[in-house]
């Protein structure tokens, strides 16, 4: 932020206690520099030299705002202080909703320029914030706040009224079923000739005791009669509910007893004989077989023993024949060497062996297919005497359920043969019943009916009491609603004759500052074809806007959205000449002051020649404070607006250098030209 920014933002604050483009976080006025670690500003004011200042100090110090204002009245602080200081400044401004937010608004759009935000009243804000800032700095700020209150309470007031005409729909809703409910009375109502007989009541309750019904009798005539009736009906029907249960369930029985009739439990002892034989014969060729196969094993092992002998036989047979000699080649003895060598080679040919018999192995095949055929037949006779066993235990179950099914249902039969006959006479029994239940329950229905027209007309006398005690009420719930309408609709009628009133208001101010704006427009020199400005005042849906509106006059054309014709530099040039048609054409402005931040970052050369010039012959209506960055501009301003007169005073306030105690400030007054008129001549 610049020396100038934060000076000028100083005065705003001290006035208002806030700056608006900064948003509403107060923390971000404080110094980060500060010794003190406050944020405080004295600002004095004076409409006159001679006049007594007015001086306002305002301090924050990251937590609570302080405000003072001394005055010729005397010294107020707190919210006393900020209620002097509006009436002292803006009179407008303490009847608004925020006192200091409505005279910061004005302040920013008709006495302080900011120059971040020089655009922002013609090209950022809306049309219809636009028309609000003016409605506040012509004097239709307050319209415009009633119009708005009016408005949130006509919203209010058209919210409850719906709410109470939808609250009124269940009332009529309610009076329609009770006036179905009187002409359906009405339509079944017996004559005064109905009557009940007594003694078919009585004897309707002795056949209900018969029946087991638990309901005492009442008198036909009592008021407990109605309850008492259905009452028993309802046992009645529960009754017989569990009656057609039991006959259903002796039906089923009686054919599952008829199904079964003349089957036995099975005879297990012959089937567990035979298991038991063949179970013996097995075990008996399992013995054989072990002992076959151990004697095939030793005769296996002779055949083993004697083949290996032979082998060996063989060998030693085919050594001794290849040392033969006349002696013997061990003992060197004499032998008969002809019949030694035919015995050695039948010896070495295989000779001279004796096996078991092959006649002997073939017994053990024979006692395995026997065993494996007696194994099927066990297995056979086995599953036969499980599947009899399983049949004995279904026959059993059977038999119990049977038994119990019999008890329960109360029949004890001797024999078996007497079950049928049993359970069909208790199924001719529970129908028997049924149809006693069922008849009972239909004279009982028939009693009910006699009952409930006879005491139609109680319900008909308090159906007629309700049915106008609700049109009573609707009635009066329809003339409030129809009250609170007309209400509504009155309370429309002001809130358009506001609207009316606050337009029509800003724009007969804004016709009287027009041609203060196209003066300043013109002499600033904004654009070369659109030459001409106005205001352009309107009301769209129940909105005031304000829009603004550049013209060619030769060429005719009219353009109310100048930032698509005009560059930026031109735009800001069109924003000044707004600013200042508004500080200028208001008759009463919070402060006779004009504050222009820095212009020069905003106007090219041009523009600003234009707007120097307007400040010059502007400068005797209001107090200028322009700041800027540039010196030569500086010392321009200083020279084309020095004092004329005594009474006049321009002064210079130079912010130099920087450092965290802040700038060095030097001021110095622009001495006035004593000469009013230079003629300059020239000889050639």
Partial sequence: MTYSASLFDAVLWALSGRIPRLGSDSTQLLCRFAESGQARVVLRLSREQKSPPITVTRIFDGREMRVSVESPEGSVRGPEAEGRLIRLIWREA???????????????????LQQDLVRDFIDAVTEQERFTAVSELVGAGRVTDLQSELEREKKAWSTITNSRAAELQPIRTRLITMESRLAELKSRLVSSEDSLDEQLWANWWGCLQSLGVSI?????????????????????????????????????????????????????????????????????????????????????????????????MQALAGLALKHLGNKCPVCEQDYDVEATRRRLEAIAAGGNQSAPSSSKLETLPQLLTALSSQEKELSAAELALRTAEQAARDFEARELAITKQLAEFGIEPAMSADRVPAVSAAARSTRERIDALVGAQETGEAFALQLG????????????????????????????????????????????ALREAASRIVTERVKEIEPLLSDIYSRIDVHPAFRIVRFLASVVRGRGQLSTVVSDPLAGVDCNAPRTVLSSSQMNALAVCTFLSLNLGVERPPLEATILDDPLQSLDDINLLGLVDLLRRTKDQRQLCVSTHDVRFGNLLARKLRPRSSQQRTVVIELDGWSRSGPVVTTRDVRGDPVPLRLVASNQ
Avoid at 221 to 242: P, T
Avoid at 462 to 485: N, P, S, V, Y
């Fill in 216 to 312: 005492n009798s009442v008198p036909i005539a009592s008021r407990e009669a109605a309850g008492a009736i259905d009452a028993a009906i309802k046992q009645l029907d529960a009754a017989r509910r569990a009656a057609e249960r039991r006959e259903q369930l002796l039906d089923s029985l009686g054919k599952e007893l008829s199904g079964i009739a003349g089957k036995s439990k099975p005879n297990l002892a012959p089937l567990r004989d035979t298991v038991a034989a063949h179970q013996q014969q097995l075990k008996e060729t399992r013995d054989k077989v072990t002992l076959e196969q151990a004697r095939v094993a030793e005769v296996r092992r002779l055949q083993a023993e004697l083949k290996e002998k032979s082998e060996q």
């Fill in 453 to 496: 027209r006879v005491g139609d007309r109680a319900t008909i006398l308090e159906l007629q009491r309700e049915i106008e005690a609700a049109r009573i009420k609707l009635q009066q719930d329809e003339k409030e609603l129809a009250g609170r309408a007309s209400t509504g609709e009155q309370a429309q009628r002001v809130i358009e």
């Fill in 94 to 112: 303490a009847t608004a909703a925020s006192p200091p937010e409505a005279l910061a608004t004005v302040l920013t759009r008709s006495v302080y």
